[in-house]
T-cell receptor, first 112, second 113 residues
Framework: DSGVTQTPKHLITATGQRVTLRCSPR?????VYWYQQSLDQGLQFLIQ???????AKGNILERFSAQQFPDLHSELNLSSLELGDSALYFC???????????FGPGTRLTVT | KNQVEQSPQSLIILEGKNCTLQ??????????LRWYKQDTGRGPVSLTI?????NTKSNGRYTATLDADTKQSSLHITASQLSDSASYIC????????????FGRGTSLIVHP
């Protein structure tokens, strides 16, 4: 158990819908990262937050957005969903200065 | 452009045998290199992390090496077990503060009894 929690574990929704994925980092970790992993693909970095502020952006679509709240939990919002958005979405948290990231169990999103 | 290439893409070995996975990178300036193990459908778990000055690091039956001059790393698994069946991902971070990593596509290892 990495100490990072993600909810829900599974999500099935229809095209055009909007969903919110939630992540709680390890206690004391200020940084949160979001990744997308499509079937048989590598992990793709989406976005990083540090202590409530956006720190870095990767290949995140304009239909996707995220935020980190004062209690350090983070949410990833996916809107106007398309079939190609079906994937595993991972959240990771880290201690500043080490680069070591701890991954959550992931949310499996299926868009039908 | 920062890139991480892993080989082989997939590997099948018999239980008890050793194997070596390769990682070549072009990330610059280099900060650290990590190997992760990812079981199917689960989050990656860190095996080793190495900085520029380290060229070998072990974690049980896993030994990672780093050659910063040639920008190559390897992960050696000794006396493989069925539970080693997983994807092994090489991740390289550049220095600069945000530690945004570059991920390899992974090597899928299957250990047969």
């Amino acid at each position: 158990d990495s100490g990072v929690t993600q909810t829900p574990k599974h999500l099935i929704t229809a095209t055009g819908q909007r969903v919110t994925l939630r992540c709680s980092p390890r206690s004391g970790d200020l940084s949160v990262y979001w990744y997308q992993q499509s079937l048989d693909q590598g992990l793709q970095f989406l976005i990083q937050y540090y202590n409530g502020e956006e720190r870095a952006k990767g290949n995140i679509l304009e239909r996707f957005s995220a935020q980190q709240f004062p209690d350090l939990h983070s949410e990833l919002n996916l809107s106007s969903l398309e079939l190609g958005d079906s994937a595993l979405y991972f959240c990771a948290s880290s201690v500043v200065g080490t680069g070591e990231q701890y991954f959550g169990p992931g949310t499996r999103l299926t868009v039908t | 452009k920062n890139q991480v290439e892993q080989s082989p893409q997939s590997l099948i070995i018999l239980e008890g045998k050793n194997c070596t996975l390769q990682c070549n990178y072009t990330v610059s300036p280099f900060s650290n290199l990590r190997w992760y193990k990812q079981d199917t459908g689960r989050g990656p778990v860190s095996l080793t992390i190495m900085t520029f000055s380290e060229n070998t690091k072990s974690n049980g039956r896993y030994t990672a090496t780093l050659d910063a001059d040639t920008k190559q790393s390897s992960l050696h698994i000794t006396a493989s077990q069925l539970s080693d069946s997983a994807s092994y991902i090489c991740v390289v971070s550049a220095s600069g503060g945000s530690y945004i990593p570059t991920f390899g596509r992974g090597t899928s290892l299957i250990v047969h009894p």
